[in-house]
């Protein structure tokens, strides 16, 4: 009895193990999304330095010159609101909320009230710099732009005037948008500090204009890049740097539609898709998904609190031939935070020359 019994648990334990090791085999199709591709037709490392156009070349002064000024609310029509009031690092350089407080506002990110609300979401500023760049580009090839959510500027430059001149962000009410420029120029002259920085970083005197007040913003934002992210470092090679969860969110990504519009160094072809909108009938220009768990609320109305809502938005997507399930969204969640890093610039400076409040009513 006892010998049958033995037997019988032998083949027991043998039919056992058969059966765990058929189950940990990968079905059908599930084995190639675990598998790393060659992914260079697709993605390609952020760069490693920022962008500088011929006609703004960098140089150490412009760019403190340019780092004030951002904090400088003089730029504002009533001097209580900066470019840090919508762009603050401690909010991923926007701000946290789903529309702007701009010109009235008094606070800084979600706790800010007021009531000049913008009408659309505020991007990150980060990794302007590349804002355009296609895939594998050179630093000799590129072109920048266009900038703002429908694309309007085509210049990083161009782009820093648009919220200067506009009553909601910055202006006010008590200036015109043709007088603005003429009144900044005439506040930066009076001030000692400023009128030596803008001799410094252009070489010349008399050297305070709007057109060199947006190259020096321009060539500070070109400071604020977050590159060699662990998504970056795999795609040099490290590739053990990958859990499988993120390998198969990244085949997932892929594989469901979603490079159509997200691609590159940037994750954005920076294209309108004219009716192919994901909320409402707006036609927006496709975001950077670099640094996400910095930026949100998400969608270009800030419409979802947390990523893995802006990503279920995209479910089964036949209209603009996105394809993913609701168990494809932690995967691809998970793809997407290897575009993280903590290693970007967060300076904040203690004064600024103006002698304002840094930042403005952000306090």
């Not at 200067?164 to 002259?189: C, D, F, H, T, W």
């Not at 969204?329 to 002698?355: C, H, M, Q």
Request: glycine share 8%.
């Amino acid at each position: 009895m006892r010998m049958l019994y033995m037997k019988l648990l032998k083949i027991s334990l043998v039919t056992l193990s058969c059966a765990f090791l058929m189950s940990c085999e990968n079905p059908e199709g599930i084995e190639n999304d675990i598998q790393i591709r060659d992914y260079s037709n697709i993605f390609s490392p952020l760069p490693s330095k920022s962008v500088y156009p011929n006609n703004n070349p960098y140089n150490d002064t412009k760019e403190q010159l340019g780092e004030f000024l951002f904090w400088d609310p003089i730029l504002s029509g009533d001097q209580n609101t900066s470019c840090a009031s919508c762009h603050h690092p401690d909010l991923g350089w926007a701000d946290g909320r789903s529309f702007s407080i701009g010109s009235d506002g008094i606070g800084l990110g979600p706790a800010r009230y007021g009531f000049e609300i913008t009408a659309i979401h505020s991007p990150t500023i980060m990794n302007v710099a590349f804002t355009g760049t296609a895939n594998n580009e050179t630093s000799s090839d590129f072109v920048s732009g266009g900038y703002f959510w429908d694309l309007r500027e085509n210049t990083l430059e161009d782009q820093a005037l648009g919220p200067i001149k506009n009553p909601v962000e910055m202006l006010g009410y008590n200036i015109s948008a043709q007088e603005i420029m003429a009144k900044i120029v005439a506040r930066l002259q009076g001030i000692p500090k400023y009128v030596e920085l803008f001799e410094q970083a252009f070489a010349v005197s008399n050297a305070i204009n709007s057109a060199n007040i947006v190259k020096a913003l321009a060539t500070f934002e070109r400071k604020i890049t977050s590159p060699n992210t662990r998504f970056d470092r795999f795609l040099s090679g490290e590739q053990t740097l990958f859990s499988q969860q993120e390998i198969i969110g990244l085949n997932t990504f892929i594989d469901g539609g979603c490079t159509r519009c997200h691609m590159g160094p940037m994750l954005s072809d920076n294209l309108l898709h004219v009716g192919e909108a994901i909320i409402g009938e707006d036609v927006v220009r496709t975001p950077t998904l670099r640094n996400i768990s910095y930026t949100a609320p998400y969608m270009h109305d800030g419409s979802r609190a947390r990523l893995i809502d802006a990503i279920a938005d995209y479910e089964n997507r036949g209209d603009i031939e996105v394809n993913i399930g609701d168990d494809d969204f932690r995967e691809i969640e998970a793809f997407l935070k290897t575009l993280n890093t903590d290693d970007f610039y967060r300076g904040i400076p203690d004064t600024v020359p103006s002698g304002l409040t840094v930042g403005g009513d952000i306090h």
